[in-house]
Structure formats: structure tokens, C-alpha cells
């Protein structure tokens, strides 16, 4: 299996929701990532877990809460959003945790925040 | 943190035509990568050059990289209709990981 999984595909949420993105992946990876991309722009990394602790956090607003309960599980809580939070959120995974190695990325989930 | 820059934004050409991108960054870097968009979903990885490396082929892909000018192309030979995508390069420098703005590519059947 050499696939990231990523749900949901779409959410739409108000500014006093507090939904979760999941993802997942069964390659044996040891690393994961989130990154937020808009429109006609280049994803940005907002956070990386290696083997399970989180070892990068790019000054995301604390509104932004990840959580990876397992090496192939990885959740992104989302509380009081703002509409330019709008964007695709892309998870990645790569293989032994060390940002310079290759990751695959999943699908997205597209959020839109009314 | 600081956007490698990527040119052309955009590129249109006709299938068979070759298609090079090129890509800029900022800072010593560990390797580079490029990786492929299609519209509006995830990105896949397509080569991965090392520092200490100045080409690297996989199939219809060549990409090179020029550490002294701090610049890499990808080259895409005899393209096709599918190879329309957005293209981006991403440096490592440390434990930093940052993508370029991208190049849009357009081949036109």
C-alpha cells in the first residue's frame, strides 16, 4: 500500500466549529507532515511528527492543533477559524522521519470557512 | 520563510514539444526535489537531486542543479497532453523544507 489517505475530501465550516482532518497512511513511514496551500500558491509546512513527537511547528496559530495518536495516524483539530484559514490542507508521509527524505503526499482536504 | 522562486509562472507548448522549468533558492541546501500538482489535489514526487550531484535522469525527466548559482532545472522532453500540471521544486536546507511558487504547465494537444 503506498497511498496517504486524507477525509474529508471537503468540509465546510462556521468560525465557532470545531471539526478534525484526518490521515492515514500504512507505508511503514515514520514521518508526517501538514501543509496548507491556496489557491495558484506552493504548499507551506505548518507541522511535522517524527516517530510520533512533533518535531517541527512553523508558528502555526494555536487554533491549528495536530495530534498523532500512532506512526499511521495523523489528525489536524480545527477550533475557531478564520475565512483566510480557507485552503487545501495536504498531508505527506516519508519514510524514516528525516525532512530531507521524499514524501508522498495524500489528496488534500479542501475547507472552506464561512 | 523564504519562497524559492520558480520560472516561467507559466508555460504553454505543444505535445512533443520539450518543457524546462527552472528553479531558485535562497540558502545551502541538502537536496532538491521537484514534485508534480495536478489541479487542486496532492503532489507527487518525480526526482530527488542531492548537493553534491549536477544531473539526474528518470524518463522523460532530466533535472540538473548548479550549486554555485544556487539554481536547478527540470527538463520534460517530448511532452504530452497528461504533463499539464503545476510543477514545483522544494529545497531542504537543514530541517527547513520550502517550496518553490511554481510553474503551471500547459501542453496543448
Known amino acids: 500500500d503506498t497511498e496517504v489517505t486524507q477525509t474529508p475530501k471537503h468540509l465546510v465550516m462556521g468560525m465557532t466549529n470545531k471539526k478534525s482532518l484526518k490521515c492515514e497512511q500504512h507505508?511503514?513511514?515514520?514521518?508526517m507532515y501538514w501543509y496548507k496551500q491556496k489557491a495558484k500558491k506552493p504548499p507551506e509546512l505548518m507541522f511535522v511528527?517524527?516517530?510520533?513527537?512533533?518535531?517541527i511547528n512553523e508558528s502555526v496559530p494555536s487554533r491549528f492543533s495536530p495530534e498523532c495518536p500512532n506512526s499511521s495516524l495523523l489528525n489536524l483539530h480545527l477550533h475557531a477559524l478564520q475565512p483566510e484559514d480557507s485552503a487545501l490542507y495536504l498531508c505527506?508521509?516519508?519514510?524514516?522521519?528525516?525532512?530531507?527524505?521524499?514524501?508522498?503526499f495524500g489528496p488534500g482536504t479542501r475547507l472552506l470557512v464561512l | 520563510s523564504q519562497q524559492g522562486e520558480e520560472d516561467p509562472q507559466a508555460l504553454s507548448i505543444q505535445e512533443g514539444e520539450n518543457a524546462t522549468m527552472n528553479c531558485s533558492y535562497k540558502?545551502?541546501?541538502?537536496?532538491l526535489q521537484w514534485y508534480r500538482q495536478n489541479s487542486g489535489r496532492g503532489l507527487v514526487h518525480l526526482i530527488l537531486?542531492?548537493?553534491?550531484?549536477r544531473e539526474k535522469h528518470s524518463g522523460r525527466l532530466r533535472v540538473t542543479l548548479d550549486t554555485s548559482k544556487k539554481s536547478s532545472s527540470l527538463l520534460i522532453t517530448a511532452s504530452r497532453a497528461a504533463d499539464t500540471a503545476s510543477y514545483f521544486c522544494?529545497?531542504?536546507?537543514?530541517?527547513?523544507?520550502?517550496f518553490g511558487e511554481g510553474t503551471q504547465l500547459t501542453v496543448n494537444p
Open positions: 540558502t545551502s541546501i541538502n537536496n
Open positions: 537531486i542531492r548537493s553534491n550531484e
Open positions: 507505508m511503514g513511514h515514520r514521518a
Open positions: 522544494q529545497e531542504t536546507s537543514g530541517s527547513r523544507l520550502t
Open positions: 511528527y517524527s516517530y510520533e513527537k512533533l518535531s
Open positions: 505527506a508521509s516519508s519514510q524514516e522521519g528525516l525532512v530531507q527524505e521524499t514524501q508522498y
